[in-house]
């Protein structure tokens, strides 16, 4: 069993800065892939960046490339989602996720949104 819980979401203007978390507890391991998707309203819940255990491998969904950077803290099971150059498209719920032995896990998500 894992859960995780993110913070750090609010409300900001267009072109302003967040910087979201996700504490993991539990069976936590640090060997576990971490992942950040978001869920727009009226939208399906779509992927946004992940890191593997040693943060060697990073992905990002195009639309965020050179803006958001995520990054973990092993020692703390955490792991973060820096974002910058916010814009209103951006504005969504964010929720952490993970699998561990084929199970998905997900966070209760946190809501950003960006104001023009």
């Known amino acids: 069993q894992v859960q995780l819980v993110e913070s750090g979401g609010g409300l900001v203007q267009a072109g302003g800065s967040l910087r979201l978390s996700c504490a993991a507890s539990?069976?936590?391991?640090?060997?576990?892939?971490m992942c950040w998707f978001r869920q727009a309203p009226g939208k399906e819940r779509k992927f946004v960046a992940s890191?593997?255990?040693?943060?060697?491998?990073?992905y990002y969904t195009d639309s965020v490339k050179g803006r958001f950077t995520i990054s973990r803290d092993n020692a703390k099971n955490t792991v973060y989602l820096q974002m910058n150059s916010l814009k209103p498209e951006d504005t969504a719920v964010y929720y952490c996720?993970?699998?561990?032995?084929?199970?998905?896990?997900w966070g209760q998500g946190t809501q950003v949104t960006v104001s023009s």
């Open positions: 539990g069976r936590t391991s640090s060997t576990y892939a």
């Open positions: 890191i593997n255990w040693s943060s060697s491998e990073i």
């Open positions: 996720h993970t699998r561990v032995s084929d199970y998905d896990y």
